[in-house]
Each structure stands twice: as C-alpha cells, then as structure tokens.
C-alpha cells in the first residue's frame, strides 16, 4: 500500500507492509528562517530518519534556485564551494549543511531532498540575509527660529524594513519625518536619508537630540545622540606669498567681520573677499590684502582681525 502525504510543503511517503508495520521515511528541520550577516556562516538544519537502513544506496541533495548544490550517493559531490558537508554526520542521518561566507545573493528558500528508494521527501529551509545599519548625523548648522532641517542617515542596512524615530532629550518624538529617500546600494543594501523639518528655539540649545533607529538585524535600537549647532568658531590663518591672504573657516552663522591692519594702524578697505558655504552649513572666508611696492620693499607685520558671534572678543592673526 502506498501513501503519498502532502504536509506542510514537503512530502512522506509511507510504505507499509502487510503484516501492518510501515516503513518510512521523515524528514525534518525546524520552521524558523535562519538569518546570516554578511561573510557569516550557517547552518541549514536537515535530519532524516529511515526504517529501511539501505544507507548505501541513498541519495541526499541540496538545491537552491533550482541548483543543485551538493549531492551525496557513496561519494560527496559539492557543486558550490560555499557548502559544507559532512559524510560522518550523513552516517548519522544528519544531512545539514554548512553555508559560509555568505552574501545578500544567497537569501532565499534552500530544499533539502532524500531518495532511499522507494521513499522520497524534502523539507525547505529559508535564509534571511540581515545588514547592520550605521547611523550617523551630519554637522549641519541651525539658526534660532528659522526653519531648519536636521538628517538622520543610515546606511549599509538589509532588509528595506525600518523604523527611525527623533527624540529630544530622550522622551518628545518627533516621528515620522518630514522627508525620507531611500536608495539601493550596488552591494544590495540600502542606505537612507531622514529629514525633520523644525523651527529650533533658544531651549534646543541645551537639548540633546537622539536619532533611534531599529531594525531586524539589531537587538536592541541604535541611538546617534547629538546636539543642534547653533554656532562655530571660526579658525584663522594668514599667509603671505606674493600679497597676503587671511583664510578665516568653519564658521557659522555667515555673519562676519574681517579688518586689515598694518602695524597696528587698521588699512582701509574694501579688500578682496570670497565667501564660501560648505556642505556641512558652515561658511569660509578669504581676504587678501595687495601689497603695494613700497609695502614689499619694507617689512611690517599684518594682522586679520576678525568679529564673529561665537567669539567673546575679536581674533587676530599675524
Ligand atoms: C516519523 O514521524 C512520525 C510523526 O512525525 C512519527 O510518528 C514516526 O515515528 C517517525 N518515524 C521515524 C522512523 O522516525
Ligand atoms: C553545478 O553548477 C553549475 C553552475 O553553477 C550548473 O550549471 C550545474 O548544473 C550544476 N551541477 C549540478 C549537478 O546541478
Ligand atoms: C568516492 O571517492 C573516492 C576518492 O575520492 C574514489 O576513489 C571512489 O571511487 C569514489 N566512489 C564512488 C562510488 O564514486
Ligand atoms: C564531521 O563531523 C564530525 C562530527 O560531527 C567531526 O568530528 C569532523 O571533524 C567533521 N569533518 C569535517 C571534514 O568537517
Ligand atoms: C548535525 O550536524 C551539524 C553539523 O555538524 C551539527 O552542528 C548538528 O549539531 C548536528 N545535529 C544533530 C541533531 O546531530
Ligand atoms: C525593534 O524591532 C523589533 C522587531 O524588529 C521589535 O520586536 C522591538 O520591540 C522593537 N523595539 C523598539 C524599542 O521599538
Ligand atoms: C565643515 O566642513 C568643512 C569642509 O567642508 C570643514 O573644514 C569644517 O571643519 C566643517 N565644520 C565642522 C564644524 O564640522
Ligand atoms: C563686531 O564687534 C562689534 C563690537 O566690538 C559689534 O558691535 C559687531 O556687531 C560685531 N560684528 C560682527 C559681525 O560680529
């Protein structure tokens, strides 16, 4: 008497003989996903048990996409030099499989096949490939009630699934963003970009922000903490090559002030000025003094003077 079951997508056939005692063969391999990193090693869990002991004559397979993986029949036969078998373990009705090194291209449903003639089954096991995000946040300047936008990058994660939150002072959330873009990397993962929109007011000043992000790959949620810029102090540099030139940068709001002297006595303008902003929001400033000839025939010291905000009195630089 033959039965063919169909049980939760893999097969049991039974073969049962006439004084009522059946012959079998069963298949099994725990439900649940097994989920890998990038360069990780797993295990595909795949252990069979057969009345019939005809252990010569089985044949034990592994497919993915259609692909024939690793075949055992006396002899192992590996077709993918990321699996891993091993004959002792076979002896021992354990056919799982090693896969190492694995790669976002090796996520999906692997099927594990036994044929001891006349009894036949599979099971499927599935691969979930897990990415770690990275969060950063970007230095990027605020001015004191005027609309602003602070960014939460993550980068590198896998799968598309994401949940980001903005806390202030680790309670208010500001959730969801005002703006989110997300793209696919060329190594399969993704990498996004939230933005909250807000006017920050004088109390953000002390607050301390915390971008929060959680994902499958995570046990726990990661947290970027960061405060608002509200200010940078300029950094200033004078050189002299053929006229002299005061590279003054990293500063912000754009505001400033840049005076010329010459031993002491402040030259009168204008000078040539170049403004500059950066990625980050801050601005640099160039001003070069043109030295007359008579400025280069007799040596005198210049000085940049420099007046800001986020200075408590004005900077000079020789
Ligand atoms: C096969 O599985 C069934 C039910 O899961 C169990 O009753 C039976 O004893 C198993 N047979 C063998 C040979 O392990
Ligand atoms: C082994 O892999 C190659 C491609 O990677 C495939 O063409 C071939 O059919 C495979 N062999 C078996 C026995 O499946
Ligand atoms: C199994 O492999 C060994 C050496 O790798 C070889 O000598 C032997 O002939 C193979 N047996 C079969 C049945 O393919
Ligand atoms: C196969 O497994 C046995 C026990 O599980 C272990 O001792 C042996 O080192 C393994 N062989 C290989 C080639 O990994
Ligand atoms: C089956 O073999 C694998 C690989 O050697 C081992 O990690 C696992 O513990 C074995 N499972 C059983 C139930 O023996
Ligand atoms: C993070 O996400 C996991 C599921 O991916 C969920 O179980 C957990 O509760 C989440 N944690 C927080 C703090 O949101
Ligand atoms: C902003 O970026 C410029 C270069 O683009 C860098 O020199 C400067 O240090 C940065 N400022 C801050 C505060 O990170
Ligand atoms: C420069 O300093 C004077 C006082 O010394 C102040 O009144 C002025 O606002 C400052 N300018 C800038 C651009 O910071």
């Given at each position: 008497v033959l039965k063919f079951f169909t049980l939760g997508g893999f097969f049991c056939l039974f073969v049962c003989l006439k004084n009522g005692s059946c012959a079998e063969l069963n298949i099994t391999t725990d439900p649940s996903p097994v989920t890998a990193k990038l360069g990780s090693e797993v295990l595909l869990k795949c252990l069979f048990s057969n009345t019939a002991v005809g252990a010569q004559d089985i044949d034990i397979m592994w497919y993915f996409n259609g692909r024939e993986l690793t075949h055992f029949n006396?002899?192992?036969?590996?077709?993918?030099?990321?699996?891993?078998?091993?004959?002792?373990?076979?002896?021992?009705?354990?056919?799982?499989?090693?896969?190492?090194?694995?790669?976002?291209?090796?996520?999906?449903?692997?099927?594990?096949?036994?044929?001891?003639?006349?009894?036949?089954?599979?099971?499927?096991?599935?691969?979930?490939?897990?990415?770690?995000?990275?969060?950063?946040?970007?230095?990027?300047?605020?001015?004191?009630?005027?609309?602003?936008?602070?960014?939460?990058?993550?980068?590198?994660?896998?799968?598309?699934?994401?949940?980001?939150?903005?806390?202030?002072?680790?309670?208010?959330?500001?959730?969801?963003?005002?703006?989110?873009?997300?793209?696919?990397?060329?190594?399969?993962?993704?990498?996004s970009t939230f933005t909250y929109f807000f006017i920050p007011t004088n109390k953000d000043k002390e607050a301390l922000y915390t971008c929060r992000v959680n994902h499958s790959s995570l046990e726990k949620p990661l947290r970027k903490p960061f405060r608002l810029s509200f200010e940078s102090t300029p950094r200033i540099l004078v050189q002299s090559i053929n006229d002299v030139q005061c590279s003054v940068d990293g500063y912000y709001p754009e505001d400033l002030g840049v005076m010329w002297l010459k031993d002491g006595q402040v030259l009168p303008g204008p000078h040539k000025t170049t403004t500059q902003k950066k990625e980050n929001g801050s601005f640099s400033t160039t001003s070069i003094y043109s030295l007359t000839p008579s400025d280069k025939k007799k040596g005198a010291v210049y000085t940049c003077h420099v007046n800001h905000s986020s200075l408590k009195k004005p900077a000079e630089e020789s």
């Open positions: 006396r002899n192992i036969t590996i077709n993918d030099t990321g699996v891993k078998m091993n004959e002792s373990d076979l002896q021992q009705r354990n056919a799982s499989v090693f896969l190492s090194n694995v790669k976002i291209d090796d996520e999906g449903k692997y099927r594990c096949r036994i044929i001891d003639m006349p009894y036949e089954g599979e099971k499927y096991k599935t691969v979930e490939y897990l990415a770690v995000p990275q969060v950063s946040v970007p230095d990027y300047f605020v001015t004191e009630n005027r609309p602003s936008d602070v960014e939460c990058l993550v980068d590198g994660y896998y799968p598309k699934d994401l949940q980001v939150s903005l806390l202030q002072d680790s309670q208010v959330e500001r959730s969801p963003p005002t703006r989110t873009e997300t793209h696919r990397k060329d190594d399969g993962t993704f990498s």
